[in-house]
């Protein structure tokens, strides 16, 4: 039996505020009053684990046992087939200490030359972690290829060079709430709410 969030204040433990948004529109439906790690100057915790999941997880408890609130943890990265699934769990720290997503797609780019498998997927683990130690985690996937040179204003991180399965424009291409329907964070979320929101 998963546990209910019941309302009120939730951390979203993340200092990235893309993500930040992007988790407050999706849970805006659900009576929680999203608070981000870097509103509440929480340290961000060494991502340690080997799994998406792993690093989600530790990221959560981290925040809910330094808050005192129940706790949001998002880890997601992207996935590219040729690259033997790199970046995968270092999607952020190919962005480098300044988060420079342009430095990150430049190396993907470059990491890929010769190849011609362009195939990728984004990954997002989400973590719901309760002050006590309690988690409930849940995994989403969208498949789809990578495309160079970057592509579109809109969303963050690897968006402006991944183009969803069955599209021809970027995810940085559309409009939020076309992405949000279809997206690895929405996948992992549907998960969520039905489990723990509903």
Excluded at 35 to 41: D, F, K, T, V
Excluded at 52 to 78: E, P, Q, R, Y
Excluded at 166 to 174: D, L, P, Q, V, Y
Aim: hydrophobic share 45%; charged share 20%.
């Amino acid at each position: 039996m998963h546990r209910r969030f019941t309302g009120g204040r939730l951390v979203v433990a993340s200092h990235n505020p893309g993500k930040v948004r992007e988790i407050g529109e999706l849970l805006a439906p659900f009576k929680a009053e999203v608070i981000s790690a870097g509103e509440l100057s929480l340290p961000e915790p060494e991502e340690t684990e080997a799994t998406f999941i792993g690093n989600a997880k530790l990221k959560a408890v981290a925040a809910a046992k330094t808050s005192g609130l129940v706790a949001l943890a998002d880890d997601s990265g992207l996935a590219v087939a040729a690259l033997n699934g790199a970046p995968g769990i270092y999607s952020a720290r190919w962005a480098g200490p300044t988060k420079d997503f342009s430095l990150a797609m430049a190396r993907v780019e470059k990491e890929l030359a010769g190849k011609t498998d362009r195939t990728a997927k984004f990954v997002c683990a989400l973590a719901l972690c309760w002050p006590d130690g309690h988690c409930e985690a849940f995994e989403g996937e969208v498949h789809g290829a990578l495309t160079f040179p970057a592509r579109g204003e809109k969303g963050f991180g690897y968006d402006p060079i991944f183009i969803p399965a069955g599209f021809s424009i970027t995810f940085a291409e559309m409009e939020p709430a076309a992405k949000h329907a279809m997206s690895h964070r929405a996948h992992a979320f549907k998960q969520l709410v039905e489990a723990c929101f509903n």
